[in-house]
């Protein structure tokens, strides 16, 4: 973290908050934070390295545990701190498997318990300043909780006996209760889900639908970027949820995992909400419930399945939804997503442009998702020889991701070759 640039303060009516003690321009990098602890998600367990969580085809395995992968034993020799003892855990319940935030908590324990000196992710903000909110919390969270500091139990048995009697050093369900509410989840370039992980300096930041800055990753580090000019003093914010919400929705989030009301301008005038649900209340129901039950296709036919319940759902719907509707551009998007998994390239184009005008109106501005999606256009038009379109279109993804990813992040690596090919092919 470079140093000054940001302090901790008192934010009204929401504790803490972090501010900025320089001014900034859209695009700058704020922060760059190591976690704390973090971990690879289940569902991308063996297809990413767990040291530095990039995507690798080829990856070494643990030869103890035979459960963690990496990409060579430089990262392999890098992780052993983190993993040595969750190795005879992953193993001692073998052939189940930690659910994510157990798995984390595991390794936080093992941290806490080793720790000597203050991590460097813990310059603003300690472990434990994070907040609990224990007291505000459903009765259904808590209960769920509780069932979590079990798992982690029968989880770390052969390397703590009895985990219950760490405290009051360690309180499990206290810890259950911060990772809820200050975990961040990883995701790669694409903005795909590849890991949590706590980094408490930046579980400062406090959130607005409309935010001042941007969280992105690269490997396991956090990235934090402005996305507009930030004055001296001015709070810093970022989004903590998805923003394809109406406020209502966002509001129920919010209090239930954050337990808190947000009152940005967003929530206050709840500006966008007629264009996210825009058209027949009855059809874009239906298809709200069709993608949220999509969940993780992965073999050919599960794909073809899910394209085609998009195409039925998108026929007959043709006229009763605009393209804006939240529910229909999760549909087209969904659609995409299916005919790059079955390179129907010609089909996906379609649905990728379609999403296009919506993405620009609830992703206005620099928004690291816009950039993703505009990239994933430009490679499809890449992919059919549309050089000049393709250009176009990652010249508008570019412009925005300088100032998300920043220019020396290997996405925007990757699509500057992207440019250059489509450059030759012209
Ligand atoms: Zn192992
Ligand atoms: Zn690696
Ligand atoms: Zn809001």
């Not at 976690?35 to 530095?52: D, I």
């Not at 970027?225 to 989030?253: A, C, D, N, W």
């Not at 620099?366 to 993703?372: G, I």
């Not at 990757?414 to 030759?424: H, I, P, R, T, V």
Request: with cysteine; proline share 4%.
């Amino acid at each position: 973290m470079e140093p000054g640039r940001l302090e901790k303060f008192p934010s009204p009516g929401r504790g803490s908050g972090l501010r900025a003690l320089k001014r900034a321009r859209p695009g700058e990098l704020l922060s760059r934070a190591e976690p704390f602890a973090c971990t690879v998600t289940k569902q991308r367990l063996g297809g990413v390295c767990e040291r530095c969580l990039r995507r690798n085809e080829r990856l070494l395995r643990c030869s103890q545990c035979k459960i963690a992968r990496y990409c060579d034993t430089r990262c392999q020799k890098e992780a052993w701190q983190e993993h040595k003892q969750e190795c005879k855990c992953l193993k001692s319940i073998e052939p189940n498997f930690p659910p994510d935030s157990v798995r984390l908590v595991g390794r936080i324990v093992f941290k806490l318990l080793g720790q000597s000196a203050a991590c460097p992710s813990e310059k603003l903000y300690s472990f434990s300043d994070l907040q609990s909110n224990i007291e505000e919390l459903s009765e259904e969270m808590k209960e769920g909780l509780r069932h979590l500091a079990q798992t982690l139990q029968l989880y770390l048995r052969v390397e703590i006996q009895d985990a219950f009697q760490l405290l009051p050093a360690i309180d499990i369900f206290q810890i259950f209760a911060k990772v809820t509410c200050n975990c961040f989840t990883i995701s790669n370039g694409e903005m795909q889900d590849v890991g949590v992980g706590l980094y408490p300096s930046m579980s400062l930041l406090n959130h607005s639908c409309d935010p001042n800055c941007v969280i992105v990753f690269e490997g396991r580090q956090l990235l934090l970027r402005s996305v507009r000019e930030i004055q001296i003093g001015e709070e810093l914010t970022i989004t903590y949820i998805e923003s394809l919400m109406p406020s209502s929705e966002r509001q129920k989030h919010l209090k239930r995992q954050y337990c808190f009301e947000c009152n940005c301008l967003l929530c206050q005038t709840q500006e966008k909400d007629v264009d996210m649900l825009a058209g027949e209340e009855k059809a874009w129901k239906e298809i709200k419930d069709a993608v949220t039950k999509v969940g993780d296709p992965r073999s050919q036919e599960e794909w073809e399945q899910v394209l085609a319940m998009c195409q039925a759902l998108l026929n007959n719907n043709a006229d009763s939804l605009p393209d804006t509707n939240i529910y229909l551009l999760k549909l087209l998007d969904c659609a995409m997503d299916a005919c790059i998994n079955l390179r129907r390239w010609g089909e996906a184009l379609l649905y990728g442009k379609r999403t296009l005008k919506p993405y620009r109106l609830y992703y206005s501005s620099f928004h690291p998702l816009r950039a993703v999606q505009l990239m994933r256009v430009g490679k499809l038009q890449h992919t059919q020889d549309m050089f000049p379109q393709a250009l176009k279109t990652l010249k508008q993804a570019y412009n925005i991701m300088k100032v998300t990813h920043g220019a020396d992040h290997s996405l925007v690596q990757d699509l500057m070759k992207l440019k250059e090919q489509c450059e030759a092919g012209m």
